[in-house]
């Protein structure tokens, strides 16, 4: 009779082979650290190899010696939590200087709502105080000497001068009352509010809100006539009717800043 071998405990059967899927675990694991800088690209295959790596060690234990392959799922977890950790601390990194750009900018547009700076005429002698978001303008109206715009939010300011020698005779209440007209003339379903008398730059001026429909754009215009004595100066802000209940106050501290320099 022939001898019959029995396998010790422990022992490698003949017919054991590696587990395919320890290979997978090495080769997805070191496919992660080779995109690892190319983030995401990088973090699926560190997963796969980290999960591949512990069902291999789990079906080898379990094949009572029919697959072989722990030293190579072992390394393949290796890679796998390698690229697991750099792709962690990339996450990090990324992270945070996300939270630095965005508290950066919620500063940088605090700091220019809270600053005040002055848009001046080109001769130097027109000049009205807004806050940062404002820019100066030159497109909004050949004829005006000063023009201003808070493009974001569709924002307008400009000075029309008109000296009085040009108009002899003419009252505060007629100049503002003949360039109110002109202005709801121009647009549809016009209507204003009663002039109010302030004050702008120690002068007596009137200012009013005149409001309609311009080539299809509902409008409001704050419209102010200050009386420099040689001069009439017409302030127009306007925005969007939407926008003029939350934006009017800010139309109008920017028309009242107004200041000439004689």
């Known amino acids: 009779m022939a001898d019959q071998t029995t396998p010790l405990p422990g022992a490698v059967s003949p017919e054991s082979r590696t587990a395919p899927i320890a290979i997978v675990s090495l080769v997805l694991g070191i496919i992660s650290c ?55 601390v990339f996450v990090a990194f990324a992270t945070t200087m996300l939270f630095d750009m965005i508290r950066s900018d919620r500063e940088r547009l605090h700091d220019l709502a809270v600053q ?21 303008r030159t497109d909004l109206n050949q004829k005006a000497s000063l023009q201003a715009a808070y493009n974001d939010k569709d924002m307008y300011v400009l000075v029309l001068s008109e000296p009085k020698s040009a108009v002899p005779n003419m009252t505060l209440q007629e100049n503002h009352q003949l360039s109110r007209d002109h202005t709801l003339k121009q647009m549809n379903n016009s209507s204003a509010t009663e002039p109010v008398s302030i004050t702008v730059d120690n002068h007596p001026a009137l200012q009013d809100e005149l409001s ?51």
């Open 34 to 88: 080779v995109f690892v800088l190319f983030f995401p690209i990088g973090l699926p295959f560190a997963i796969a190899a980290v999960i591949c790596g512990h069902v291999g060690r789990s079906k080898i234990r379990k094949s009572g010696g029919a697959l072989q392959g722990m030293g190579v799922t072992l390394a393949g977890l290796i890679v796998g939590y390698i690229g697991l950790a750099v792709a962690f």
């Open 116 to 136: 005040k700076q002055e848009i001046v005429s080109d001769d130097g002698k027109l000049k009205v105080t807004t806050s940062g978001f404002w820019v100066k």
């Open 212 to 262: 309609g429909s311009d080539r299809g754009k509902n409008i409001v215009f704050l419209h102010t006539t200050v009386d420099e004595g040689d001069s009439f100066q017409q302030i127009v802000a306007w925005t969007p009717k939407w926008h003029w209940a939350k934006q009017n106050g800010e139309l109008r501290e920017v028309a009242n800043s107004f200041h000439s320099e004689k």
